[in-house]
């Protein structure tokens, strides 16, 4: 059984521009969730979906957004990127989301805003 | 909001050794996760303890979780130079979603 994909592996793009990132999660697989990890804030989640519907966020500004689509792979985007955005991005997938399931990590996307 | 505090923030052991890392919560744990991770790469799914007293163990890893102190412990026993890594506890915000509030992490270095 596959694992948690992320494309791309590593990104670097410069102030002002935006950025999709892209995740599929384990075949069946239903909710993504999203988190941001920096050496200064640790992990913060950004957000989760749960069959194409946002259900829950983090607090994060709205230049971060995402969408899941009906297969489940989930693409997150940052708009008017910061330097501050500078950042390893993670999702993680798990079954159904009922109750508190177990939830594996992809490798992530390294983001480097310059 | 939940936090977790994890204790030690970093350990370096002697291989063959064991050691023990902490995780406290700061409310009532929903779910408690333990994940490995090698710098900059993704997190390695270890365990994850849902009810008071439960103990489960991978391999020379054990954790357990202590629901009345809203804590749990990983215990690896004879340390190997493979167990290095930064150690991430999670737990669930509640008991419908998979979102997870982390603590900073305890890095571990093995010396041989």
């Known amino acids: 059984k596959a694992g948690v994909t992320q494309t791309p592996r590593y990104l670097i793009k410069t102030r002002g521009q935006q950025v999709t990132l892209s995740c599929s999660p384990i075949?069946?697989?239903?909710?993504v969730s999203w988190y941001q990890q920096t050496p200064g804030q640790g992990l913060q989640f950004l957000f989760e979906?749960?069959?194409?519907?946002?259900?829950n966020k983090g607090n994060f500004p709205g230049r971060f957004s995402g969408r899941q689509f009906s297969n489940s792979r989930s693409e997150m985007n940052v708009s008017t990127l910061e330097l501050g955005d500078s950042a390893l991005y993670l999702c993680?997938?798990?079954?159904?989301?009922?109750?508190?399931?177990?939830?594996?990590f992809g490798q992530g996307t390294r983001l480097t805003v310059v | 909001s939940q936090e977790l505090e994890q204790s030690p923030q970093s350990l370096i052991v002697q291989e063959g050794k064991n050691l023990t890392i902490n995780c406290t919560s700061s409310?009532?744990?929903?779910?408690l996760y333990w994940y490995k991770q090698k710098y900059g790469e993704g997190l390695i799914f270890l365990m994850m303890?849902?009810?008071?007293?439960e103990e489960k163990s991978h391999e020379k890893i054990t954790a357990k979780l202590d629901e009345k102190k809203q804590q749990s412990s990983l215990h690896i026993t004879a340390s190997q130079p493979s167990h290095a890594g930064i150690y991430l506890c999670?737990?669930?915000?509640?008991?419908?979603?998979?979102?997870?509030?982390f603590g900073k992490g305890t890095m571990l270095l093995v010396s041989p």
């Open positions: 075949s069946g697989h239903r909710s």
């Open positions: 409310k009532t744990l929903y779910g």
């Open positions: 999670g737990a669930g915000k509640d008991s419908g979603y998979s979102t997870l509030t």
């Open positions: 979906y749960f069959s194409e519907t946002q259900r």
């Open positions: 303890l849902q009810k008071g007293g």
């Open positions: 993680a997938s798990s079954g159904t989301g009922a109750g508190n399931t177990e939830a594996f």
